[in-house]
């Protein structure tokens, strides 16, 4: 596929499907992240944490995503597939993605605390990754992080 | 719960149904690894790698063990129980299992290709890990690396 320029792709609106999804996260209690699988033909799956709900400490929004687009295109593998998420991935999601042969990482907030790509393990970062996709941050940071800050002021 | 040599827990009776279950898998034409989760009242779940059936990149043995425990008891934690699994946990799974608060990790042969506990992103080494479990490698581990080693050859 072309660089995203030259595709003119609409990730702005990719990510705010990313955070529709997290805002209906909060609202079943969940910890707020949402996150969307694209190609070329546009969304391909859809999905929000619901780690409580499914009593499953895998099920981060991540994970729910990329099972889900993986299910409705019949393959194991998204390669040449891009996934938008508003909170930077933890270590789980990041070699979950990296597995996934995911083309291209757009993530919002940055996560000091729990993040596995810009910090702490630092997935992508060694020679042992088989798969390292494309990475941008910083996109919608300030919505996905202002969605957090919120859900957790309000569980205070 | 107490350590290991106080409750003369029988891990190598535990290690042989992860055994099992990977052979199980090799059977299905799955890459052959084998998990089992268990407690002070024995196997609470066990499960052999699915990617190619499930068509998911991250049906892990050790992912599908953490998600059938979690199942059968109803919570989102495994605190105090204990994973058994022939092979070094890739970076997804060991991460899972810090997530889920796993209390000991035993595996079988390490994987210097894809392992993330004792190289690459080594998950369990970063500040940033919330949850670190007691990790015993080795155990079985030349069973478990065989059982690769013919599935691979038969595979060529």
């Known amino acids: 596929m072309p660089p995203l320029q030259e595709r003119n792709m609409p990730f702005h609106s990719y990510m705010d499907i990313?955070?529709?999804?997290?805002?209906a996260a909060a609202a079943r209690g969940e910890v707020p992240v949402g996150a969307v699988i694209a190609g070329a033909d546009g969304v391909i799956a859809q999905a929000g944490n619901r780690t409580r709900e499914l009593n499953d400490p895998t099920a981060h929004a991540e994970m729910l995503v990329i099972r889900a687009a993986c299910a409705a295109l019949?393959?194991?593998?998204?390669?040449?597939?891009?996934?938008?998420?508003?909170?930077?991935?933890?270590?789980?999601?990041?070699?979950?993605?990296?597995?996934?042969?995911?083309?291209?990482?757009?993530?919002?907030a940055g996560d000091p605390k729990s993040g596995?790509?810009?910090?702490?393990?630092?997935?992508?970062?060694?020679?042992?990754?088989?798969?390292?996709?494309?990475?941008?941050?910083?996109?919608?940071?300030?919505?996905?992080?202002?969605?957090?800050?919120?859900?957790?002021?309000?569980?205070?």
Do not use: K
Not at 116 to 139: K, L, M, N, S, T
């Open 74 to 108: 019949g393959q194991e593998r998204l390669t040449g597939y891009d996934l938008y998420v508003t909170l930077e991935p933890c270590p789980m999601c990041a070699a979950a993605i990296s597995n996934a042969r995911i083309a291209r990482l757009y993530y919002g």
């Open 18 to 23: 990313a955070l529709a999804e997290a805002h």
């Open 116 to 156: 596995g790509v810009a910090q702490g393990p630092r997935v992508f970062a060694h020679p042992q990754c088989h798969h390292r996709p494309e990475v941008y941050d910083g996109i919608a940071a300030q919505a996905a992080e202002q969605l957090l800050i919120d859900f957790f002021v309000a569980r205070r």
